[in-house]
Structure formats: structure tokens, C-alpha cells
């Protein structure tokens, strides 16, 4: 799709690179006769004629250099840049959110591994799903490839690594699979999340209208197969209050964060998949019958100081 794009605006470009290459071409020689660089054929009328004919002989091959130029160079370059994307995207990409957490914080916490070394820790394997769709799915994905000693400073209680792997997993098999079909519930919940996607999104007259009306309607839809599919309760808001409780009892009354003083990434995990819905309806309603917002609020205010943090280890020294 990428490279389609890319080739659709290369020839859209394509008249005005033309033009562009031959008007250059043909002002450098126009500005060269004016300033005396190219000596006329002799004098006269005859003479001038035969000039100006060879200007014009001359200018037009410019031209049609110019042009021949622009465009060897203008479906050259794209081809290349293709090519070298697509080379770097099958060696680096990475489409798995869990896959990728687990590199970026296993570098943050082991900088004698390069990144790359880190990655090829996560192999893909192809498989099967219940669909009988063909999925990628990558080892040991939520596993941080830490050495002994750094184990025993990231986890110094043994059981905690194996809750943090067990609730990021719950949280991508069970708590994202609630979501569509919580915020597109009903038509009028639908359209309210759409109505704040392009108010958020800042759309355009037309593509907002589109957008939220033809999304909403396919949305409410898709919603209603995703819950079928997932065998979720007719009132979905009863599994999705069910799961925010069900975390709220995993991380207990002892602790601020199933990380303890701090979020690991099953808080991270579990509060990037709610955070998707503030703003809406499925979101106020969870607030209201479930014990979670002490919870999320702690993490709104941990993930905010460390961003205040982070910006000023940022700023330059003066």
C-alpha cells in the first residue's frame, strides 16, 4: 500500500518535475545568450533568422533534455527509496506492541546488548489461530531477556516476574477484546466515539462527516461480531466491570501498583488498554461501578512526574 501511495504521487508529480527540469534548462541557456556567452552566426537579417531559429532549436532541445532528465531522476529516486525501505523494513519491523515493551525495556535496563541482539530474543513463528487464520506470533514475548543479577534487581521477589508476564498476557487476550464492543455498544455510543475521534483527529468538513458517520455505522457492527466472537455477556459493560475489578483484586490493597512502589508493565499494559477510552461513555461508567479509579488515577500522576522528569534529563546544560 505504501509503495503504491508512493508511486500515485510520483506521477502526480510528474508534469510539474517536467516542466520544472525544462523551464530550468531553458532559462539557463535564455540567461547565457543575454549575456553575450553564445555569439550569434554572422550579422543581419538572414543572420538573425538563422539565430533565432537555432535559439529556438536549442531551447526546445533543452527542453526535451530537461524533461527526459527530470524524469529519469524522478522514477529513479522513488524506486531506490523503495527499495532501501522495504530492505530496513523486513530486517527491523516489529508489529507486536507486546514484542516491542519488552526489547525497548530489556535495552533501558541491559545497555551491554544492542538492540538488534535483543530483538532476535523474540522469534516469529507462524501458527494457526482458532479461525483457522495464519498469525505471527513471536517467543517468549513477555519475557525481559535479563542476565542473573539484573533479574535480581528488576524482580527481587521471584513470584513477581511471573505475575507481570501473567497480566500482560490477560491483557492482551481478554481486556483489549472488550473494548470495541463496550464503545461501540449501542448506535448512540457509536457515533458519540466517532464524533470524538474527528473532533480529536482534527478532520477536515468532509472527511470528519465519513468519518463518523460511515465509521460509526461499521463500528456498531464489527462491535456486535466481536462480542459474539469473544462469547461476551449481553450487558458487555458486566464483563468489562468484571475484568477492571478482577485487576483491581490482583494488585491488592498492600500495594499502589502490581509493580509495588512503582508501575511495571502489567500496570502499563492494563492502563494503555482503558486509557483508549476516556473521554466516552464505556469509560465514565467504569469509573462509577467498579473500585479501579484510585488505581488509575495513581498511574495518570506516576506516568505524568515521569514525564516531567524525563523532559528535563532532556534539556540541554548551560
Same mark, same amino acid.
Given at each position: 500500500?505504501?509503495?503504491?501511495?508512493?508511486?500515485?504521487?510520483?506521477?502526480?508529480?510528474?508534469?510539474?518535475?517536467?516542466?520544472?527540469?525544462?523551464?530550468?534548462?531553458?532559462?539557463?541557456?535564455?540567461?547565457?545568450?543575454?549575456?553575450?556567452?553564445?555569439?550569434?552566426?554572422?550579422?543581419?537579417?538572414?543572420?538573425?533568422?538563422?539565430?533565432?531559429?537555432?535559439?529556438?532549436?536549442?531551447?526546445?532541445?533543452?527542453?526535451?533534455?530537461?524533461?527526459?532528465?527530470?524524469?529519469?531522476?524522478?522514477?529513479?529516486?522513488?524506486?531506490?527509496?523503495?527499495?532501501?525501505?522495504?530492505?530496513?523494513?523486513?530486517?527491523?519491523?516489529?508489529?507486536?506492541?507486546?514484542?516491542?515493551?519488552?526489547?525497548?525495556?530489556?535495552?533501558?535496563?541491559?545497555?551491554?546488548?544492542?538492540?538488534?541482539?535483543?530483538?532476535?530474543?523474540?522469534?516469529?513463528?507462524?501458527?494457526?489461530?482458532?479461525?483457522?487464520?495464519?498469525?505471527?506470533?513471536?517467543?517468549?514475548?513477555?519475557?525481559?531477556? !535479563?542476565?542473573?543479577?539484573?533479574?535480581?534487581? %528488576?524482580?527481587?521477589?521471584? /513470584? $513477581?516476574?511471573?505475575?507481570? @508476564?501473567?497480566?500482560? &498476557?490477560?491483557?492482551?487476550?481478554?481486556?483489549?477484546?472488550?473494548?470495541?464492543?463496550?464503545?461501540?455498544?449501542?448506535?448512540?455510543?457509536?457515533?458519540?466515539?466517532?464524533?470524538?475521534?474527528?473532533?480529536?483527529?482534527?478532520?477536515?468538513?468532509?472527511?470528519?462527516?465519513?468519518?463518523?458517520?460511515?465509521?460509526?455505522?461499521?463500528?456498531?457492527?464489527?462491535?456486535?461480531?466481536?462480542?459474539?466472537?469473544?462469547?461476551?455477556?449481553?450487558?458487555?459493560?458486566?464483563?468489562?466491570?468484571?475484568?477492571?475489578?478482577?485487576?483491581?483484586?490482583?494488585?491488592?490493597?498492600?500495594?499502589?501498583?502490581?509493580?509495588?512502589?512503582?508501575?511495571?508493565?502489567?500496570? !502499563?499494559?492494563?492502563?494503555?488498554?482503558?486509557? %483508549?477510552?476516556?473521554?466516552? /461513555? $464505556?469509560?465514565?461508567?467504569? @469509573?462509577?461501578?467498579? &473500585?479501579?479509579?484510585?488505581?488509575?488515577?495513581?498511574?495518570?500522576?506516576?506516568?505524568?512526574e515521569a514525564e516531567v522528569t524525563n523532559w528535563q534529563l532532556l534539556q540541554p546544560l548551560y
Amino acid at each position: 500500500m505504501a509503495a503504491a501511495c508512493s508511486g500515485w504521487r510520483c506521477l502526480g508529480q510528474l508534469p510539474w518535475r517536467l516542466r520544472a527540469a525544462g523551464q530550468a534548462a531553458g532559462m539557463g541557456l535564455l540567461r547565457a545568450q543575454s549575456r553575450g556567452y553564445c555569439v550569434p552566426f554572422g550579422t543581419g537579417r538572414y543572420a538573425r533568422a538563422r539565430a533565432l531559429k537555432g535559439s529556438r532549436m536549442l531551447v526546445g532541445a533543452a527542453f526535451a533534455l530537461g524533461g527526459t532528465f527530470g524524469l529519469f531522476q524522478t522514477l529513479q529516486y522513488p524506486l531506490q527509496a523503495q527499495e532501501h525501505l522495504a530492505e530496513q523494513q523486513a530486517a527491523e519491523q516489529l508489529n507486536d506492541s507486546s514484542v516491542i515493551i519488552s526489547a525497548v525495556k530489556t535495552y533501558l535496563i541491559s545497555r551491554k546488548k544492542s538492540l538488534e541482539e535483543i530483538v532476535s530474543f523474540y522469534p516469529p513463528m507462524k501458527a494457526v489461530n482458532e479461525r483457522g487464520k495464519e498469525v505471527t506470533e513471536y517467543g517468549n514475548k513477555y519475557w525481559l531477556m !535479563l542476565d542473573e543479577m539484573e533479574t535480581q534487581h %528488576v524482580y527481587p521477589i521471584k /513470584e $513477581a516476574r511471573v505475575e507481570e @508476564m501473567k497480566w500482560r &498476557k490477560w491483557a492482551d487476550d481478554w481486556l483489549v477484546h472488550l473494548i470495541s464492543p463496550n464503545v461501540y455498544r449501542t448506535p448512540r455510543e457509536a457515533l458519540a466515539s466517532f464524533d470524538y475521534i474527528v473532533r480529536e483527529g482534527k478532520f477536515g468538513t468532509v472527511e470528519g462527516f465519513f468519518a463518523k458517520y460511515v465509521g460509526a455505522v461499521a463500528m456498531f457492527f464489527i462491535g456486535k461480531r466481536l462480542k459474539s466472537r469473544h462469547q461476551l455477556q449481553d450487558n458487555v459493560r458486566e464483563d468489562l466491570y468484571k475484568a477492571a475489578n478482577d485487576w483491581v483484586k490482583a494488585v491488592g490493597k498492600h500495594r499502589p501498583f502490581m509493580g509495588g512502589s512503582q508501575p511495571n508493565l502489567a500496570d !502499563l499494559a492494563v492502563y494503555g488498554v482503558l486509557r %483508549v477510552m476516556e473521554g466516552l /461513555e $464505556a469509560y465514565d461508567d467504569m @469509573m462509577t461501578h467498579t &473500585k479501579i479509579q484510585p488505581w488509575y488515577h495513581r498511574m495518570e500522576k506516576a506516568i505524568g512526574e515521569a514525564e516531567v522528569t524525563n523532559w528535563q534529563l532532556l534539556q540541554p546544560l548551560y
